[in-house]
């Protein structure tokens, strides 16, 4: 082998060395982020699985909803639909206001309950009503 032939081939050797020298990190640290993500989903799955409300009572403008599942949610964090209509806070009261504890319920009164009522949690659990 000459010497052209052999220089080539060092400075081919290097050149992989080097570029795997960078990829290498960018490669890992891509795969952390990944392995985050994944982490982060199976736990927000996890406690969606492990949340359950039911909608027990319905007696006029009154809700009573039963937190059936096993996890503590936070009643002034859930949503109100009405017949399809998002509501907003002012359009109902949650009795007691805070920390929901599994196997307790909460009354929701709603100030115009026409129709259908669907009630969802922060973390997308729900349960509707009709009349």
């Keep these: 082998m000459g010497f052209s032939t052999s220089a080539v081939v060092v400075i081919f050797t290097a050149s992989i060395l080097y570029m795997a020298s960078m990829f290498y990190p960018l490669a890992d640290m891509s795969n952390k982020q990944v392995q985050k993500a994944e982490k982060n989903a199976n736990e927000l799955w996890k406690e969606k699985l ?38 907003s806070g002012s359009s109902y009261n949650v009795n007691p206001a805070g920390v929901w504890p599994p196997k307790t319920s909460i009354n929701v009164d709603i100030i115009d309950a026409g129709g259908r009522v669907k009630i969802i949690t922060a973390n997308g659990a729900a349960d509707y009503s009709v009349p």
């Design 50 to 87: 492990n949340t359950k409300i039911v909608i027990s009572n319905r007696d006029g403008n009154t809700l009573t909803i039963f937190n059936n599942g096993s996890t503590t949610l936070d009643s002034r964090n859930i949503n109100v639909i009405i017949d399809g209509e998002f509501k």
